[in-house]
């Protein structure tokens, strides 16, 4: 028995890339936006609370996530 419907493709693993099409400063708010399918104003608001409220260590794991997260 035969059936006709075809199988997809099995989806790899999702990763996380910075987005260059996108961006503002580097591409990582844009990457976490599309990573996490949310609006990229949101991760950018959230970035820069998150950067005043943690008193500027936020924009230092910015700067090793600059670094370690591969380009799209």
């Known amino acids: 028995m035969s059936t006709d419907t075809p199988i997809p493709p099995a989806a790899g693993p999702r990763r996380l890339t910075r987005n260059t099409d996108d961006r503002m400063v580097a591409g990582l708010c844009s990457g976490l936006a599309d990573y996490f399918d949310v609006d990229v104003t949101?991760?950018?608001v959230l970035t820069v609370v998150l950067?005043?409220?943690s008193l500027c260590s936020a924009v230092?794991?910015?700067l090793v996530a600059w670094v370690l997260v591969p380009r799209a």
């Open 60 to 62: 230092l794991a910015y």
């Open 51 to 53: 950067a005043v409220l």
């Open 42 to 44: 949101l991760v950018r």
